[in-house]
């Protein structure tokens, strides 16, 4: 249980879990921009597969597939689907650009990315965090890894957006939670 527990913080990575490496050196060159497939497979609202990689946003942290929110009326739902369906409505209705950057400790491939929405560039983190489908990673010490991740977050939490209307437990207070239960 230990085992499968850590497996499942290691896939749901708060970057104090995830170790970014440096490229490894015998690399013939450095990690180049690559489009988002419309293939890719969703996994979580962080994280996709696309052939044999997985790639996660850096510094982003999604609501956990099978947590509930509650809205006011009482009715339930998947937190981390509510999630990974708006990841997906921004892959598909953008063209979607990431950069490599590191490695979690299960060789996902750390990403930041960029969408061209009219004609403008956003960055992928921030609007998943600002529309509140979506928080600040945070270190295994509890320190947002992207400080302007966290401010969208404050900013999406006081406007009440997204996730934010609802009842739900904070996904990286869950991970951050496991993680002492571990040690």
Avoid at 40 to 57: E, K, N, P, S
Avoid at 107 to 116: D, I, L, N, R, Y
Wanted: proline letters at 3%.
């Amino acid at each position: 249980m230990r085992r499968a527990s850590f497996a499942v913080l290691a896939a749901f990575s708060v970057c104090g879990w995830a170790q970014v490496h440096a490229q490894d050196a015998t690399d013939a060159a450095p990690p180049t921009p690559f489009a988002v497939s419309k293939s890719a497979q969703l996994l979580t609202g962080d994280t996709w597969r696309d052939g044999d990689r997985t790639f996660r946003l850096y510094g982003v942290q999604s609501c956990l597939r099978g947590t509930s929110a509650e809205e006011s009326n009482g009715n339930k739902v998947d937190c981390g689907n509510a999630s990974l369906a708006h990841l997906a409505a921004l892959f598909d209705s953008a063209a979607v650009t990431c950069q490599p950057i590191g490695y979690a400790l299960d060789k996902a491939v750390f990403v930041v990315c960029g969408a061209q929405l009219n004609g403008e560039t956003i960055d992928v983190g921030t609007a998943l965090i600002a529309t509140g489908y979506a928080f600040a990673a945070t270190t295994a010490k509890g320190k947002a890894v992207n400080e302007n991740y966290l401010v969208a977050e404050i900013n999406a939490k006081m406007k009440r957006t997204g996730l934010w209307r609802k009842m739900f437990q904070h996904p990286v207070q869950l991970l951050l939670n496991k993680r002492s239960e571990i040690q």
